[in-house]
Each structure stands twice: as C-alpha cells, then as structure tokens.
C-alpha cells in the first residue's frame, strides 16, 4: 500500500510538471495532445524505463540506434555526461532545435539526469506531445556509477546470476573509464570522454494518436 501511494504521488507531481511545462517560454500547443488519464496509464508502464546493465551493453556494442539525452543543466552537463550524449536541458525541451531527436521514430533515445525524476518529467512531457521512442535511464547517472563505474563485489556465497552481472559489470567499467572496477574510487570521478558528433536529426513519420484529444 505504501509502495502504490508513493507511485500515485510521483505520477501526481510529474502530471502537474507536465502541465507547467505548458507555460514554458518555447512551448507550441502540439496538434494532439493526449488526456491526462491516457498519460497515466503510460506512468504506471515500467517498458519506458532501461536499467545501467541494458543501456551499457547496448553502448558496448556500439547500438547505432541509440541517442542520449541529458535533461541536466548544461552546467551539470558541462561537468560529467554520459560519452555522446546531447545535452537537451528542460528549458530548451521544446525548442524546435531538438524536436529531430525526440520527435521520431527511428532511434531508441534515452532521457537521463542524475536520479530518476527529472528525467521521467521530460519522458511525461514528451509523451504528452505524442511522441514515440523515448525512455528514461533507471536510476539516472547516480545508479549508472554505482552500477556499472563501480559495482559492489558480491559475497563469497552469492548466485552465479550475480557473479556473472558483476562480472560483465567489472568489464563494462573498464571499458567506460580505462580502469578496472574499483580503481574509479567511491567518489565516482571517472575521466571524462570526448563526445561524440551528434547524429543526424531524423524527422519521424506522423502516426495516428491513441488515447484521445485534450
């Protein structure tokens, strides 16, 4: 019951950030834009979140259909971000410059911030304009460093399914950071990489809108 009223508070305060983004100085009304009820159904679905272990195996293997969002500030961004990540913060979240990367149907584009929250407002946000292929990094670059920068080692008498996430943990570490996994240290100070280009803005194909007009 706890757990259930936490969730229906958090959806709560998202819902009323999805509407202040509204009076935002770049917002434009969206043609269609989904009811409210529509937009909780869509809360209460964890499919729009990836975990560190989904999203570092897809940047491994180099996924060309992966795009990173940071939502931060860009002076947050400017500090530490994930390597290729385009910097989008909630300001400019509706600026007609970044509508190429969430406004399409072609890449998977992941929405990040340091938790959670932050980034699963810009998911609501664009959801409510109708936009399709977004998603929210779980636990945000806070869980992405205890995770994958620096997993705990598991005890002497831990299953194979954690050994083996470790494992793959410890591996994905050295791949990120240029060190092996407990060399970053508790302060999470891994070296920052060059970003990439960003890719080429795709406009989506329009598609047909469920869940109705507000």
């Known amino acids: 019951m706890k757990t259930n009223l936490k969730e229906k508070i958090i959806f709560a305060l998202l819902l009323i950030g999805g ?14 834009v989904l009811r409210s009820e529509f937009l909780l159904q869509e ?4 499919e729009r979140y990836i975990s560190a272990d989904e999203l570092a195996k ?4 180099k996924d060309p259909s992966i795009i990173l969002i940071d939502v931060r500030s860009k002076e947050d961004y400017g500090h530490f971000t994930l390597d290729g990540a385009i910097n989008v913060p909630m300001e400019d979240l509706l600026k007609d410059d970044y509508l190429g ?3 399409q149907d072609v890449y998977k584009t992941v929405l990040f911030s340091n938790g959670t929250s932050l980034a699963d407002e810009a998911w609501m946000i664009m959801k409510s304009h109708a936009y ?15 995770t994958i920068i620096d997993p705990q080692k598991p005890s002497e008498i831990a299953e194979m399914p954690e ?4 494992e793959f943990r410890r591996g994905a570490s050295m791949f990120f950071t240029g060190v092996s996994a407990g060399g970053v240290g508790s302060s999470g100070a891994a070296p920052k990489k060059a970003k990439a280009a960003p890719r080429p803005m795709v406009k989506r194909k329009k598609k047909a809108v469920s869940g109705g007009c507000g």
């Open 163 to 166: 050994r083996e996430a470790y």
């Open 43 to 46: 809360l209460n679905k964890k």
């Open 19 to 32: 509407i202040a983004a509204i009076f935002m100085p770049n917002y434009k009304k969206h043609p269609k």
């Open 58 to 61: 897809s940047l491994i293997e």
């Open 132 to 146: 399709e292929g977004n998603y929210v990094l779980k636990g945000g670059l806070n869980n992405w460093f205890k």
């Open 101 to 103: 990367y969430l406004d």
